[in-house]
Structures are given as structure tokens and as C-alpha cells.
């Protein structure tokens, strides 16, 4: 072995070749890059192993990106340590306009054996998976509501205006199914439009009955039941959250996952003067628009619905309390806030991220081992 028993590896990562640089143990450790590697688990396997003969132990990092976590679940199958680097929070210089694969391996490996990265959580194999299928679920919800205005564009702008009431009801479908148009062209595109909706429906559906099939057979299953018992927090948002967070053991206070899920105001203080700004409105999008939404039943006085005592049925009592107590709480919360004059948005906003503190509790108290 060398004077230095322990090195820390970096990959910048790519779609056909890594770059790989090492800083050795230690403050007066070398830092210098290895080469390219290709992007296969053989070549991969081959420097990691090469590396791994030379250094005691290999701390490996790379950056969250389009590759996946496949490198970081093979280096730990190895036997070495690897971190996954959220790349928002890698300290950059200002001065710094040249940007190569060499330079930015070199630098995460610097930085790594520094303690200067902060590492996001990577999932399981099934969790992933699961994910997966809740973002394609979703995708396909946006999907099916862009056509659907595409579809109302097109009949605005030739002054077909629905006016019996909400969209897309049964009501609304017979008056769709009515309209006709003088010109071919303008049939064709209408009958397209309403094809495509269609379509899209079906696999929104399809995704829907997927989603409930898998969902049961997930060791967060238990965890998606017990989210369940918050008002609002329906099967979708139950399993976007937990798809999304994850083990909601990893935050150490409510606060943190608050602030993980951008639910917290920005600040800019210096001195003995205060400002704070909006939401940050940073971390997991998905998760925070779930919470939001549920939030907003939250604008009725308290009450156990008949839908919510199904979802009850067969829970912990410590998690139906959490969950009682919750309840009481952002309900009265709503009407104090909305009755000193803060905006709808506003309340919601602070609704979500008291919900995300008592769904932090019912995790805790329900997590798989």
C-alpha cells in the first residue's frame, strides 16, 4: 500500500464516457485525473477494482443527473462508499467560465475529500420503480390536460362556448358530441382533438389501476395506508409523498423536511436587519404541489367524512390521534388566517407545510424497519 490508505473518487458523469479524478487521503494528498471511462458496468467494475488494490478504502461520488443511481448501487456492491451529489448545492466559484468533464471531476473530487458535498438519498430498486410508475402517472395527467385545452381553444376560437356547466361532465360530453363543422379540414381536426382526449383518458386509467395493483406488494405499503388517515391526503397524494420523500426518517425535525419541500420563506439578513422573502419553493416539486393540493380541504370545519373513516379503518391509534389532532389544528389554522386577511394561496401555502410536519409524525411512527 502507498503512504495514503484511503482515496476519494470522483465521476463526472456522461452518457458514453466518465471522467475520473482522485484526491488521496489527507491535506497533502495528490489530486489529479485518472482518465475516461466507458460507460459499462464491466469498465466501471475494472476501475473501481484497480483503484480499490492501491487504497484501503475508495469514496466514491458523482452527480445526480439523467444517469441514474445504477454507478452508486454498483460501487456499494463493491464494497466502497459512494455518495450521489445534489448539484444545486456544489460550491461554485463566481469567477470560474470554463467548464470541462476533466475540471469538474477534478473539483468534485477535491470537494469530496473536503466534506464540502451534500449527498441526496437514493432509493431501492423497487422504491425506484415505483417512483417511475407515480412520475408517469403523472406525466400522463399533464398530458391528458393539455389536449383537453387544446380542445377548448379550438372550440373557442370558432365561438362553440359550453355554458351548462363544469367541463368534461356527462352533460358536457353529449354537447361535444353534437358539434359538427361546415368545413372537412375543421371536422378532421375536432375528431382528432377528441380521439386524442380519449386515448389519453384510457391510459391515465390504465397508469391508475397499475398504481393501486403495485402499490399493495411495496414495503412502504403500510406507510401509503397511514398517510391515508390525514384529511386530503388521498391514495394519489399518500403515494406521491411517500414515492417521493421516501423514508421520512432521514429528516431529523419537521423543519427539514419542510424546508426540503421549498415550504419555507427565503431570507436575506444582515445585521440587525430581517427581510424575508417568499417560499423558496426548492427541493421536490411533485411532493409540494401534492401537499398543496390537500391543503385546501382544509378550508372545511373539522369532520371524520365517511371516506375518511374507511381510510381509518384498521391504522394505530397513535396514528389516527396524529392525524385527529392534525385535523383540529390546520382547520382552525385556515380560519385564523384567512379571517386576518391573508390571501387563499397564502393560507394553503402554510396549511401544506403544517401538513408536511403531522405526515413527518404518522412516518415516523409507521416506517418499515
Not at 411532493?287 to 371524520?304: G, I, K, M, Q, S
Not at 396524529?322 to 402554510?350: E, F, H, M, N
Request: aromatic share 8%; with cysteine.
Amino acid at each position: 500500500m502507498g503512504e495514503f490508505s484511503e482515496a476519494f473518487v470522483a465521476f463526472d458523469v456522461a452518457k458514453k464516457k466518465h471522467a475520473v479524478a482522485i484526491a488521496e487521503g489527507g491535506r497533502t494528498g495528490e489530486v489529479r485525473f485518472v482518465g475516461e471511462v466507458e460507460n459499462s458496468p464491466a469498465a466501471i467494475e475494472r476501475t473501481i477494482k484497480k483503484l480499490g488494490k492501491k487504497y484501503d478504502r475508495l469514496h466514491v461520488c458523482f452527480e445526480a443527473g439523467p444517469t441514474g443511481y445504477g454507478l452508486c448501487r454498483q460501487v456499494r456492491d463493491l464494497g466502497h462508499d459512494c455518495m450521489v451529489v445534489a448539484p444545486a448545492l456544489i460550491p461554485k466559484r463566481p469567477g470560474e467560465h470554463v467548464k470541462t468533464n476533466r475540471r469538474d471531476a477534478v473539483t468534485l473530487a477535491r470537494l469530496h475529500r473536503a466534506g464540502e458535498l451534500t449527498g441526496v438519498w437514493v432509493p431501492d430498486v423497487v422504491h425506484e420503480a415505483v417512483r417511475d410508475l407515480v412520475r408517469a402517472r403523472e406525466a400522463a395527467a399533464d398530458d391528458l390536460r393539455r389536449k383537453r385545452q387544446q380542445l377548448l381553444s379550438f372550440l373557442l376560437r370558432h365561438g362553440r362556448i359550453y355554458e351548462n356547466g363544469g367541463h368534461w361532465t356527462l352533460a358536457h360530453r353529449r354537447w361535444l358530441a353534437r358539434q359538427s363543422f361546415e368545413h372537412t379540414a375543421q371536422q378532421i381536426v375536432f375528431q382528432e382533438k377528441i380521439d386524442a382526449i380519449e386515448d389519453a383518458a384510457q391510459r391515465l386509467h390504465r397508469l391508475d389501476e397499475q398504481l393501486r395493483a403495485v402499490v399493495p406488494t411495496w414495503s412502504m405499503a403500510r406507510v401509503v395506508e397511514a398517510y391515508q388517515a390525514m384529511r386530503g391526503a388521498s391514495f394519489l397524494v399518500a403515494v406521491i409523498f411517500a414515492a417521493e420523500i421516501g423514508d421520512v426518517r432521514r429528516f431529523d425535525t419537521p423543519p427539514q423536511l419542510m424546508a426540503f419541500l421549498g415550504l419555507v420563506p427565503g431570507e436575506r439578513s444582515t445585521g440587525d436587519t430581517v427581510r424575508r422573502s417568499s417560499l423558496t419553493l426548492a427541493g421536490n416539486r411533485r411532493a409540494r404541489r401534492a401537499l398543496v393540493e390537500a391543503a385546501w380541504t382544509y378550508r372545511y370545519p373539522a369532520r371524520v367524512s365517511e371516506a375518511l373513516r374507511v381510510r381509518l379503518e384498521g391504522l394505530p391509534k397513535a396514528v389516527r390521534d396524529i392525524a385527529w389532532k392534525g385535523q383540529v389544528r390546520l382547520c382552525a389554522r385556515y380560519r385564523r388566517l384567512s379571517a386576518t386577511g391573508k390571501k387563499p394561496p397564502v393560507v394553503v401555502a402554510a396549511i401544506a407545510r403544517e401538513m408536511a410536519a403531522f405526515l413527518w409524525a404518522i412516518g415516523r411512527e409507521v416506517a418499515p424497519s
